[in-house]
């Protein structure tokens, strides 16, 4: 059992890894993998698989190919990347979006990023100005799909209507507008 949670902390820090990356690279993790199945059945050799990781530039330890082993390979030891593309690429999408569209997908789009991402007033380096575009994003859109008005939920803690709040009033508003859908980390990364 032991063995079996220390896999899956490792496949999650992987997944989440994986995943970062991508929202840098602004690319879906199939085209990686494409090249390596030949026989278009979404199936590559485990080498196969850390060569593609390599071209995304993440480099793939023992322990997480073991729990990539345990989590995705078939009976004849291929790794079956599809479910694990799928996992990966819901930092993007939610798959099957078109059949549902009018469904609240809102806390499904982006994973949350958890933990503290920056310290606030210090200048965003590369990373970090990818994220703050990714929940950017994020926020746009849940805004465009709830019909919000940004201003209207800081307008109250802006008393002397010079357009700036504090960062705890700036977290408070943000956590009103999106009723949980942005978590404290992205808040405390804008």
């Known amino acids: 059992l032991c063995n079996t949670f220390e896999q899956a902390s490792t496949l999650g820090a992987f997944e989440t890894r994986v995943e970062r990356r991508l929202l840098q690279l602004r690319g879906r993790i199939e085209e990686f993998f494409k090249d390596y199945d030949v026989h278009h059945n979404k199936k590559i050799s485990p080498n196969q698989f850390v060569r593609a990781c390599d071209l995304m530039g993440i480099r793939v330890s023992e322990r997480e190919m073991d729990a990539i082993k345990e989590a995705y390979a078939t009976e004849t030891g291929?790794?079956?990347?599809?479910?694990?593309?799928?996992?990966?690429?819901?930092?993007?999408?939610?798959?099957?979006?078109?059949?549902?569209?009018?469904?609240?997908?809102?806390?499904?789009?982006?994973?949350?990023?958890?933990?503290?991402?920056?310290?606030?007033?210090?200048?965003?380096?590369?990373?970090?100005?990818?994220?703050?575009?990714?929940?950017?994003?994020?926020?746009?859109?849940?805004?465009?799909?709830?019909?919000?008005?940004?201003?209207?939920?800081?307008?109250?803690?802006?008393?002397?209507?010079?357009?700036?709040?504090?960062?705890?009033?700036?977290?408070?508003?943000?956590?009103?507008?999106?009723?949980?859908?942005?978590?404290?980390?992205?808040?405390?990364?804008?």
């Open 78 to 190: 291929e790794i079956n990347y599809q479910p694990f593309a799928d996992r990966v690429n819901q930092v993007f999408t939610v798959k099957h979006l078109e059949g549902d569209p009018d469904a609240d997908h809102d806390g499904t789009l982006d994973p949350p990023i958890s933990g503290p991402l920056h310290t606030y007033g210090q200048p965003l380096d590369a990373d970090e100005e990818l994220m703050c575009s990714a929940v950017l994003k994020k926020c746009e859109r849940i805004a465009k799909t709830r019909g919000l008005i940004f201003k209207a939920f800081f307008l109250d803690h802006d008393r002397s209507k010079n357009g700036f709040v504090t960062p705890t009033q700036f977290a408070r508003a943000m956590e009103v507008c999106f009723r949980g859908a942005v978590s404290q980390g992205e808040v405390a990364l804008l």
